[in-house]
């Protein structure tokens, strides 16, 4: 199983971006951290199946969209009005064995596989 994140670089502050995560495996999850420079990882979205519902931190939230293509096998985080703050490591992660709750979708260790993630600078 393999989670191939793409789509990080430069980009000037109030600029957007799109993230993507290849994943073609069955999903229960999938979700977004980010580690910053200097910062511990943190989550930054989700989106659950068969439900479908998405979770974001109060971060990002108004800002961030998480999608999945299912002819691509692709999930997206698409990113507007970005902020120096957002300069991170973005990774991706998959919960593949079975459901996850709701409580536990901002939980890296419920997440059975990771990217190997993708700079994001944002440039003031």
């Known amino acids: 199983v393999q989670l191939q994140a793409s789509g990080g670089g430069l980009v000037q502050a109030g600029g957007s971006l799109r993230l993507s995560c290849a994943a073609n495996i069955t999903l229960y999850a999938v979700a977004w951290f980010r580690q910053g420079p200097g910062k511990e990882r943190e989550f930054v979205a989700a989106r659950r199946w068969p439900d479908r519902d998405t979770y974001y931190a109060n971060s990002v939230k108004g800002r961030a969209t998480i999608s999945r293509d299912n002819a691509k096998n692709t999930v997206y985080l698409e990113m507007i009005s970005l902020k120096p703050e957002d300069t991170a490591v973005y990774y991706c992660?998959?919960?593949?064995?079975?459901?996850?709750?709701?409580?536990?979708?901002?939980?890296?260790?419920?997440?059975?596989?990771w990217g190997q993630g993708t700079l994001v600078t944002v440039s003031s």
């Open positions: 992660a998959a919960r593949t064995r079975y459901r996850i709750i709701v409580s536990q979708v901002t939980n890296a260790g419920q997440y059975d596989h």
